[in-house]
């Protein structure tokens, strides 16, 4: 296997608030590209690990960054870029822990996508490392995102419906915050329909070889709302 730097894969970062449509942006990139998917929130701590952050209900803060292992996740991104695949935990949101673990594999593909609530905090492990192609803060109106969130996390039986609830409309609220702190980490916001199309632009870049440091940012037209 050829572990050149010049020819190693580069990650495309999908950051944003949860139920934005990172996930969603992440599949369809996959179905159209082939690109292997890196599901950052699968590097959750497990409940009952040291220090985890609480919240002001005496519950884990979950939406807390440290909550989450970066390193572990940074670890994963250069083995998969680098060697070519890597073994990842598969989190239950449900239990908070892990409940095994699974192999993915680059498949000669030039860019992985990484998606999760805080993978804004590995750009800059990402580009330390010489492994960032993008990083993109998905988002879309507050009200849009509370409703999406709170069908799925309810669906998928995440948390108790009233935790879900509670978390739903504090999320909704401090979402103005958030897409700017991951802007300030390096993250571009972005809406979905316009990042799938610059993930586009960007892979073929990377497919031709274009030197540089293959980081782009959407058009400034698709930001912002």
């Known amino acids: 296997m050829d572990h050149d730097a010049g020819r190693r894969a580069r990650v495309l970062v999908l950051s944003g608030p949860s139920g934005a449509g990172k996930s969603r942006l992440a599949r369809r990139l996959h179905e159209s590209h082939g690109l292997p998917l890196l599901p950052l929130d699968d590097f ?23 909550s989450w292992d970066l390193d572990a996740a940074l670890r994963a991104a250069e083995e998969l870029c680098v060697r070519g695949s890597t073994r990842v935990p598969t989190y239950d ?13 680059l498949g000669g593909a ?40 709170l069908a799925r996390d309810l669906a998928e039986r995440r948390k108790p419906p009233l935790t879900l609830w509670r978390r739903g409309h504090a999320l909704r609220r401090a979402q103005p915050g958030i897409v700017a702190a991951h802007r300030a980490l390096g993250a571009v916001p972005v809406r979905a329909r ?9 892979l073929r870049d990377l497919q031709h070889d274009i030197p540089g440091d293959a980081e782009h940012a959407p058009d400034a037209g698709g930001a912002g709302g």
């Open 44 to 66: 959750y701590r497990e409940l009952g690990a040291p220090d985890l952050p609480m919240s002001p209900l005496g519950l884990v803060d979950w939406d807390d960054v440290r």
């Open 194 to 202: 316009v990042a799938e199309r610059e993930a586009a632009d960007l």
């Open 110 to 149: 030039p860019l992985v996508v990484a998606e999760g609530i805080f993978a804004a905090h590995a750009i800059e492990g990402l580009r330390h490392r010489g492994l960032l192609a993008g990083a993109w803060s998905v988002h879309h109106r507050p009200w849009v995102v509370f409703a999406r969130r």
């Open 93 to 105: 949101i449900s239990t908070s822990s892990v409940v095994g673990h699974r192999t993915i594999e």
